[in-house]
């Protein structure tokens, strides 16, 4: 999803989680938000990423039982109107887009500001600089 981080994740496999996982995932998803759309209230699920259909799908390639190299999975949590809306494009086998213009992050605007360096505005770097650096220190705290 477009909120995942590695580092607010869980090694996976094709079981469900276990009631310890999904402790953390719940924890996790109140600390960081839902990995697909950045919601940090509610329940959260366990979510696999890549999804075990997905996985399994991919696990049944010639080429990765000949190599021995099967899909790893991780946990990542999901709020309960993603998974929902997950759950249903995989099982009909499309791909689809979950956005949610209410849960911005101060970070998305670091493209713009970037951006301005290269305008003509009476923008300065300094201004441009200081302002992503207090936003990155925010976003650690």
């Known amino acids: 999803g477009a909120f995942a981080s590695h580092a607010a994740s869980l090694p ?12 953390v995932i719940r924890t996790l998803g109140r600390l960081v938000g839902c990995h697909t759309c950045g919601k ?9 990423m890549p999804p075990v259909a997905m996985a399994k799908k991919a696990n049944a390639a010639f080429w990765r039982s000949l190599l021995r190299w099967p899909v790893r999975q991780r946990f ?3 709020c309960t109107s993603c998974s929902q809306i997950q759950s249903t494009a995989v ?5 689809t ?17 970037i951006g301005l360096l290269g305008t003509e505005w009476p923008v ?3 201004y441009v600089r200081t302002f992503l650096d207090d936003v990155f220190i925010q976003s650690l705290a």
């Open 124 to 126: 300065t770097e300094h």
């Open 91 to 95: 099982k009909m086998g499309r791909p």
């Open 76 to 78: 990542y949590p999901q």
């Open 40 to 48: 940090r209230s509610g329940a959260f699920h366990a979510d696999h």
């Open 12 to 23: 996976a496999d094709l079981k469900y989680a276990t009631s310890d996982q999904r402790l």
């Open 97 to 113: 887009l979950v956005t949610h213009i209410s849960q911005l992050r101060r970070w998305h605007g670091v493209g713009f500001l």
